[in-house]
């Protein structure tokens, strides 16, 4: 398939932009592919105008004809083959298996919202049926359910050019409510986002869903996601990336005259609490996994372990020793894109300008041509990690750093001091665990994910997952942007009182035609 580089608005391609950029290979700095350009304020206009003629101007699509959308999604993405991994890996430097297992987890998300449809029961329906007869007041009928919201603006994230991307959890969990998406993609890899768009676009068409239900816009500079998030039309916004990009669309879209949610997941180091019982027992194991997890896609997932926590002893020590020979062994990756291979490089240097902080390793130099960087293992004291603030601030890319404790209070006050984050891991025994309770509620106030004995990389896509936690980690706990819950971001509720049966939507009518799970009179049923 040709990639044409145009904005592609409710199926159409248009140019008007100016201003142009291209992909580029990170593995060989060479720039390729055609000229994109910056969307314009009439490009942006033109896509938020079609998404809302399509959530407003016609009846909305029924449950079933938007699963199959996004079933038919999934089959376009699948048909993409090795197209779509050869682009991807060209224009991120990630691996082949990488990336057809991330393809994997897209067309599953996008089944699993689809199943999520179809069956009906997310959009929590409850009714509280008229009693006439009640004194002193008469009881009216009142029946609630979830409702989509209306245009909704995705932004696809650099390290995850499938997964958060065009067909990622975000679209998929916005078109599964019934909402209408315009998708900023990556200036990372523009082609890879194109290729996608066109496929889903190929769906919306064989599905007959209304042309506005999906735009793509490309743009490399920050004016065209700006002017996404503050256009009028725009009812909601979902970013994965850093903490400074995130909070300053959530800036803009709170100061909106009508503000707005803006979903954003952003900065997370994940710590991982090592408890003595663990460490003696399994201290090298333990090691091994955190060298694996931290190094893992060159560091590049917001669930990196960026910080680990022990006491001082033996066996930490033995511990730092094999940890750092892990470290020292490893070979350098190639980072998504320059700019991020460059901030990585910063924060090491931010970090070991730390009084205090030292580097126990690191792996061989990486060759700045092909945006390499090198796994490093650094080392601190409880102290100086309590005092710095740079010290706990996410360092993204291939990176680890141990902070030693004199105690269960240290360990307490390391966990007490850190921002809200993705996820906390302790490593223990049940003897740990019945020792450490006070350390186990405080990780409980900081993380939306608590791990025993595992490490954060790999998010499973379930409907358990919880994949946001306390600001900054995200803009919302309340919320995942990971499992079949995520829909919930992209809906509010409606409650119609008195209402006659057949001008209620079908999931609150008495005969439940759809026979989805509800609260009936304060009881769950579905009959």
């Known amino acids: 398939m040709n990639i044409t580089a145009e904005q592609l608005i409710a199926g159409r391609g248009s140019r008007d932009g100016s201003r142009t950029f291209s992909a580029t290979n990170p593995a060989t700095a060479t720039p390729f592919g055609p000229q994109f350009r910056d969307a314009t304020a009439g490009e942006i206009d033109r896509a938020l105008e079609a998404a809302r003629a399509a959530f407003e101007e016609a009846p909305p699509s029924p449950p079933e004809q938007v699963a199959l959308f996004l079933d038919r999604i999934a089959a376009e993405v699948t048909d993409l083959g090795d197209q779509l991994i050869d682009l991807a890996v060209a224009e991120t430097g990630l691996g082949r298996d990488r990336l057809t297992a991330e393809r994997g987890r897209t067309v599953g998300q996008l089944r699993m919202f689809a199943e999520t449809t179809r069956e009906g029961s997310w959009v929590d329906a409850r009714i509280d049926t008229a009693d006439p007869t009640r004194q002193l007041i008469p009881k ?207 924060s090491i240097e931010r970090l070991r300008s730390v009084p205090g902080i030292k580097v126990e390793s690191h792996a061989p130099a990486g060759s700045a041509q092909k945006t390499q960087a090198s796994p490093t293992f650094l080392s601190t004291d409880a102290t100086t990690f309590l005092a710095h603030p740079d010290a706990r601030e996410e360092c993204f890319g291939p990176s680890t750093m141990l902070v030693r404790c004199g105690g269960a209070a240290e360990l307490e006050a390391v966990a007490r001091a850190l921002d809200g984050q993705l996820t906390a891991t302790v490593h223990g025994t049940p003897e740990d665990l019945a020792a450490h309770q ?41 919320f995942t942007s990971v499992g079949s819950a995520a829909i919930y971001r992209f809906a509010r509720p409606l409650c119609f009182q008195d209402f006659p049966q057949h001008s209620l939507p079908p999931e609150l009518q008495d005969g439940n035609p759809r026979k989805i799970w509800r609260m009936v009179d304060n009881q769950r049923r579905n009959d």
């Open 140 to 346: 009216p009928d009142v029946r609630r359910m979830l409702v989509a919201i209306g245009p909704v603006v995705v932004f696809g994230a650099s390290n995850f050019p499938i997964a958060f991307s065009v067909a990622g959890g975000d679209t998929a969990s916005a078109l599964a409510a019934g909402n209408p998406v315009v998708f900023k993609a990556h200036p990372a890899h523009p082609n890879t986002s194109e290729l996608i768009a066109r496929a889903a676009l190929r769906a919306a068409e064989a599905e007959s869903m209304s042309p506005g239900i999906f735009s793509l816009l490309q743009g490399a500079g920050h004016e065209v996601g700006l002017e996404l998030v503050r256009h009028p039309l725009t009812e909601a916004v979902a970013f994965t990336g850093s903490l400074r990009g995130g909070r300053a669309l959530f800036d803009v879209a709170a100061s909106r005259p009508r503000p707005i949610p803006l979903y954003a997941e952003m900065g997370s180091v994940n710590p991982v609490f090592l408890l003595p019982g663990a460490l003696a027992s399994r201290g090298e194991t333990i090691a091994k996994g955190l060298v694996h997890s931290a190094t893992l896609g060159v560091g590049q997932f917001c669930t990196n372990p960026g910080v680990v926590v022990g006491t001082e002893g033996p066996q930490l020590d033995q511990f730092v020793r094999v940890v750092a020979d892990l470290v020292r062994q490893a070979a350098p990756g190639t980072m998504l894109y320059a700019g991020i291979c460059q901030s990585f490089g910063h």
């Open 438 to 478: 006070p350390l186990l509620r405080i990780l409980r106030r900081k993380a939306g994910r608590l791990l025993f004995n595992g490490f954060p990389t790999g998010v499973e896509v379930c409907s358990a997952m919880q994949h946001g936690g306390p600001y900054p980690a995200t803009t919302d706990a309340h």
